[in-house]
């Protein structure tokens, strides 16, 4: 998705839409890449939840109106809470002058949509299916034949080679490496990166509850976060982060068991509900008049019941990885390529975008002056942009997955102490909720270097 967004971005704007653009993907061009799933059905299992900023760069791209007429769930609000029962919060849109935190849409549709837009556009060439075999400076060899029209065939000084796995060459200015977490381009450019394992599995499907809702629902279990996201109307989709072994389970066991487990993780087990008490003075007028936001004078709410599991249960591990460099000459990476995250606040997806939305105004910085779009010291700078806005993140995602990962007395009662100060402290939760939405709030010093 984000490698289509970078070829999408470039082609949109006045600046760079007369580059050459190729996408290369290993996945098979099919005609459904340009068909719109239908509205009606069972939503896929694989979704993404969109920050506005994340659904702006879509707008600017005239992308999300594809998705705005398909099938895409706005939340409004969100709750937390401790298997402890000792601490809970909430966060409403209403608290930062929002309709919406985010949208869940199914990942099929955000790809579809892109690539609806790039047909419209009739900018690039898309060379599916095909593997990269290398990328490296450009060296002819007796091995593999060239494209017709490439570079290539004249002049190749100053450009990157790829080589695809049937011997074809292709010859660019700048390769972007878009290609996940076990990228082959990293790899083969030589662009090291730092990797921890979970040692934990995200679980995820489609289930059906009681009743409809708009809000994200998020509790903290010992062994990993289990979350439930609408996908509207009954529809939800579930992500569970887990140990490998009960991943396995969960699984393998039957629908009705499954579901069973799922209304257990929610509302049983450890401990109880978080208390609803609510201190006199937020409750007050007075606090309404202080500035105290919606969600610190309401209390806490169960979760929807789970009545039925929709859909097939797939599995993928969890790890924390980031890449020493973003850029090297003519090479860049962007999304898993560069940085993976744990999915317990769905920023995945979202830094991936915000990569492939500076990359994009870089690039077009540098076609105005006339630059050389792979020149190093142009990468740079959207790898330092980026780098200060991905590590951060990074780095709040994993010490929220270490502190919840923990089941002892002096740390459960720290965790409640954090949860009270941020559902009662206004302020505190304002700036939270526009740093997770991605609207310019920042936690960063402003003096802070890498």
Known sequence: MVGAAVGCGLATNKLTKSLRVAIIDGKPLTEGLYNLPKIDGVPDPRVSALTPSTVKFLEEMDAWRYISNCRHAPFDSMQVWDYTGLGYTRYNATDVGKHELGYVVENKVILSALYHRIQDLGFTSLIFPANVKAVKGCEKSSSARVKEGTDCETNNKGLAQVELDDGQLLHARLVVGADGGSSKVRTMVGLQSFKKSYEQEALVCTLETSSTH?????????????????????????????????????????????????????????????????????????????????????????????????????????????????????VVLVGDAAHTVHPLAGQGVNLGFGDAATLVNILCEGVEVGADIGEVSLLER??????????????????????????????????????????????LKRQVISYAMGEGATLIPKNFQL
């Open 214 to 330: 708009s809000r994200a629902w998020q509790r903290f279990l010992p062994t990993g976060p289990v979350a439930i996201l609408p996908m509207g109307g009954t529809f939800s989709n579930i992500v569970w982060s887990t140990t490998p072994s009960q991943a396995h389970d969960l699984k393998n066991m039957s629908d009705e068991d499954f579901v069973a487990k799922v209304n257990e993780a929610l509302v049983g087990s450890f401990g109880p509900f978080p208390s609803s008490h609510i201190p006199h003075l937020l409750a007050s007028p007075l606090g309404s008049f202080l500035g105290v936001t919606s969600s610190s004078r309401e209390p806490f709410e169960p979760p929807p019941h789970i009545t039925k599991c929709l859909s097939k249960r797939a599995s993928f591990p969890l790890s924390l990885a980031h890449a020493y460099k973003y850029a090297t000459d003519h």
């Open 382 to 427: 959207y790898e330092k942009k980026q780098r200060l806005t991905n590590l951060p993140m990074m780095a709040i995602m994993d010490g929220f997955q270490r502190a919840f990962s923990v089941d002892l007395g002096p740390i459960n009662f720290a965790r409640a102490a954090a949860f009270r100060a941020v559902q009662f402290f206004s302020p």
